[in-house]
């Protein structure tokens, strides 16, 4: 048993709430349990030089968290003058997996950038950030569409994301901040809708772990995500009906 | 009349949700129309080096804005590497007013830091952010007097913020996004619920103003600031009613 | 009576001497008392890109200190590696209240960049600043219409900047770095020549204050900036005077 | 075929030469083909300030490139003033997987620095980085165990790392520059001696993968990474005998 | 004959004025020429961490130059965010110079510092901040001296600084900004009053030169830093009669 | 006698090996005694915006240190954010010298840039860095004829550099880590091989030297660098004899 009497392979309570940053194209809030994260996607048309006359987009993301997001204050980074390793990974890391499921032939020269500001902070911000943005930057492509800026949807798959550890006890999926303070082994796994893989990251905090170990791990994120993709499902769908309201 | 079909003396829509931010001390949630803000109050057993062995507290601010916040983005200042002037002027002034109604023996040898937040923004952030800021405050020492930490509150003294401005028809309380861009002359004003001024600062944006404008400036922000004093009592009592239920 | 023997209505002596930054298209040092600043003007033909090809021009200014203008060093800004947000503060305030008496379709495509460097500080050093660099501003201008590079000259008007403040005994002119360390309130003043205002900033470092103490200020500071306007004259006059000779 | 004529399942030409860094408690020159980086070790008795005061010791690592150890030249990060996301994000992940067989408890508070910097790149560096500062983190355990600064070995198993990734015709060991850019899939294990994994790290860079193909890396990952704890005692053991020469 | 009608072999105009930064614990305007810089000297009672507790004192130099203290304006270095590297070498060569004519023992454990700030610049704003820094160490000390704080002087040398170059004609003495541009030599001399040589730095910017032509570039130095200690005598001198009067 | 039994005027063992950075348009590993740097020069058809549309060439250098280069570890310059004054003044130094025997006519709208990193420190390393740069900038060059992408070799004189010193027996050549440390007076010298001066830096680190010492120093250079001359030559040659072979 959980802590908080959560059975081991149970998600925590999930909301994808569309709309939240008036401005951006696109932008979810979602939470899973007490984490919250704002995802807001941005269309600008023009792409980094490294790709410029090539005719692909591009799609890139940017991770921060509020000073007061976490059980402690953490040092605000724009005042510290540089966003930290860990930071800088999770960015790189959104960024990388959202591109793995995008036609970027079809986006034509644009940048969309994936904002993703976590409001309130317990463990798997990093997942939420990707879960949510995937619908951040569907409502931004969504919203092109409509516009006739774009002929064809980019979107190639459905990605969401989940962390799972290993206790003494075994493996537990979407770990909050205590357990992910006390697990030895830490894994987020970015999968498909259709049962494929895009990103696995799995670290031994404190021991080695095992083959097996790996394979039970990965079993209970394909469980997971499959709720995510619901969820996932049921926000465009109710930003498409209040658009068409 | 007014663009949004607000009257000329009117505010817009306002509400202070408390308990936003689920680690600080203390926070809000602050909306005058469009602008939302998150202002979350962080304690710490510290004080500045210059401050040390005095025997006296500190309260200090800072601001952001997410990249998204904004009618089209802005580049994430802990991604350049610094706090823009704006910024630091801003969270200079969010500081500086609190302390002049706190009582900083009373507080002993602590560092409240308020962090305001901008999700989304419509003109008048840095006023929301006071006004927030100050509910915020007070009930971080709420929570301090209710542990015994503190003996006696630290508050002296009730503060909010409003923008007002000049246009060609003359003045015009709490200007959003729209009115501010088009305004000759731009006002903020810090104000207290017994009548009297913790900070003014009137800039010509076009033209020079006369002596007469800036009287009318000002009582139309002591009929803004009265609503706004309501609002915050309210939040101030939500929150109490919320933790003895 | 005031510790300097100085009657509360009082500047101190004043002078400002053209010419003082011999490579500059306009220069002064102006000298408030001990408070001495190098204010030079910069012309550039080319705008910041949020202006290009807009045919208006651009003023700015930039501040700073020596490390050793103060009664005690302060650390060098350029070693420290960023400017304070103080410094970007009074920048950004000289700027802008140059820009307000400046018509800027008449420059054309040009940038004037005002440097207000601080040699000796004794309080006031940003309205000396100000004070200062309007005349370095003009002669700038004089010198680009004789040279033919304008037809017309751009300025619309005088200004001159004076702090005030108030003390246990009422309100106080021209303010030292003593008496400034000691005000309960701390006003600075952006006047025209003509009576009207350009900026007002107004700060109880202490406690609040009324409306009425609001108005002795102001008018304490309208008798001041009169005496600056005719320093101001005499130093263009005194320029073309030497030039013409 | 590779275009380099090795077998698909087989590793560049290795090699691990002790001593390189005259002045470091430890250090290697690990070649793997084209792929040269210096590892060496730095032993400071003293703790980052979030371990003080616990009896803990510290693994950590830094990592760069020469600006010219790649094809074309690299800007130089010191000159640019900050380190890119890809160095913190190799950084970071060479000294969480040294201390996965580090005990830190036999260590006391002292800090071992691993700098890992590349002289020439072709591909693999951070495999290759890991695996020779494994080497180097030894050799300075046994130094001090030598001058007795140590009773026991703090070493709990011998880690070693490669690269592995998908082309069209399937899975390949160790890739050098032109395959890791053309591979569709990129992965980097770190595995024990002892057959259990340290760190997984897989990433779809064009088109997600099955579990199918994961499982086939991590069997080429296990295979490969055999033959380099060979090189790594080889290379512990030349030292040895070295010294006692 | 030089385009200014001076002799190959004469200095500039120069004067030395004491007591510019009125806080200043030692300070002169140094004027050669058109170059203009003021040299202020700040006593701390602390020094570096690498001296702690050996009973040492310290002498140490900041330069830098107002943006508009050149031709065409210099972008402010606090503004870029660093200091140049011409800077950095500056402010060590003035530094090192001073720390060779000071037994710092009889300093004790204090720090001083010599900001040298160029307000106009016209070619040898290095040396002329070293004759004049020197002077402004000497003040510094005077008063130390003078306040009991010290027992004996601390001065064991008197330096001072000047350039010299070879242009087609021959070696030249005291080079402007012109004369500097064109040379084929640039030669920087600190001399001592006892005919020592404190540093030397001779640079061929277009063609090698050789040994001879080397001689003649010293002797010329010789001959001219010999007025330069009687101006900084003059200068002591005149500090001295003004304070005892 | 010298501490390691070296004679007054002799070099430490000296090799220059070509090749090294295998990417690099011409590279050297260059060894005096312990000191080890790696020179790799880098050609890009570019030229710095002030250069451009002149038809000259630019030659820059970049220096740096491995961090366990040194006895204790120094901290990494990336890490840091920024570069020491030493790290500039050394790498302005090594651009310097390299320019003053390069027809930049000759070389068109290139930039070479020498990238000059210490492996292995124990004194002299900027020396070193230049003797080794002259060979790598000579081999890009001799590259790019063979190539047909210069006519002209732009190579107009042969360079080398060597520390010298004072200690209480007076001039010493080549000085090691101990014995820079120890000497009183410190000078580098940067000839050519026709016997003229390039560039002289001779700094009293403790007390001021006389012109016979000078001229000794300047004797013990001349003869150290003739043998530098024939290292040089020797590389030079062999890396053509590998080429043709």
Request: glycine share 8%; charged share 20%.
């Amino acid at each position: 048993m959980r802590f908080s009497g959560r059975a081991r392979n149970a998600l925590r309570p999930v909301s994808i709430e569309p709309g939240f940053a008036h401005h951006a194209e696109g932008s979810v809030l979602i939470r899973m349990g007490n984490t919250e994260v704002i995802c807001a996607a941005t269309v600008e048309n023009k792409v980094p030089p490294f790709l410029r006359n090539q005719g692909l987009g591009w799609v890139t993301a940017e991770y921060g968290m509020l000073p007061r997001s976490t059980h402690t204050r953490t040092n605000r980074e724009a005042a510290k003058g540089k966003q930290s390793g860990r930071t800088q990974e999770i960015q790189r890391l959104i960024g990388r997996s959202l591109r793995a499921v995008v036609n970027r032939k079809l986006m034509g020269e644009m940048t969309i950038t994936l904002d993703c500001d976590v409001i309130n902070a317990d463990g798997g911000t990093r997942c939420a950030s990707i879960t949510g943005a995937w619908v951040a930057l569907h409502l931004a492509f969504d919203s092109l569409l409509q516009k006739k800026a774009l002929q064809h949807h980019p979107i190639t798959g459905q990605i969401a994301a989940v962390s799972c550890g290993l206790d003494t006890h075994g493996p537990l999926l979407d770990l909050d901040y205590q357990e992910d303070s006390s697990a030895a082994t830490d894994a987020n796994f970015i999968l498909t809708a259709d049962n494929r893989i895009v990103e696995i990251q799995m670290t031994a905090e404190e021991k080695p772990f095992s083959s097996t170990e790996m394979h039970s791990l990965l079993a209970l994120a394909q469980e997971g995500t499959q709720s995510l993709f619901t969820y996932q499902n049921k926000a465009l769908h109710a930003e498409k009906s209040r658009k068409t309201a």
